[in-house]
């Protein structure tokens, strides 16, 4: 029971970290409204859409695993005699996944990164977490205080 109270956790944690290192979903740096925040040049976009071809089967690979993985873990946990040892195994594959999966989003946002000049980033930055304001607003919640 402690163990998987802890798996829990611990999937909890990780869905929030990569929660808050999401980019705007596609191809951002082509919208019109975006190019013009952030002053991207013609250059600029032609890199970006570089990182994103180089990674994109990585990470379409990287989200199909984590898919079969949630299928399978899902029709373990509906037999009607559970298997704790096919339990663990597959919330440890399901965990390494998502961690590859994380790893592989942060490279690329650490690629686009070098990309962008300081104030762009700062820029970006701040338009993601507004973005990510809102939800919590709508639910009541408070925002968060911005990190320096």
Do not use: S, Y
Not at 69 to 84: C, F, K, N, S
Not at 109 to 116: C, N, Q, V, W
Not at 133 to 148: L, N
Request: aromatic share 4%.
């Amino acid at each position: 029971m402690k163990q998987r109270i802890l798996f829990v956790a611990a999937m909890l944690i990780a869905a929030t970290i990569v929660e808050a290192q999401q980019l705007p979903p596609g191809k951002w740096w082509r919208r019109p409204e975006v190019v013009r925040q952030l002053e991207l040049t013609r250059d600029q976009q032609d890199k970006l859409d570089e990182v994103f071809r180089t990674t994109a089967n990585a990470l379409i690979d990287a989200r199909a695993d984590i898919d079969k993985l949630q299928v399978a873990l899902r029709g373990e946990l509906d037999r009607t005699q559970l298997r704790r040892a096919e339990l663990q195994r597959l919330a440890a594959q399901l965990t390494q996944a998502r961690g590859k999966l994380f790893e592989r989003e942060l490279m690329m946002l650490a690629d686009m990164r070098g990309i962008l000049n300081e104030e762009q980033w700062t820029r970006l930055r701040a338009h993601l977490d507004r973005a990510q304001e809102r939800p919590m607003q709508q639910r009541g919640q408070p925002p968060r205080r911005r990190q320096q």
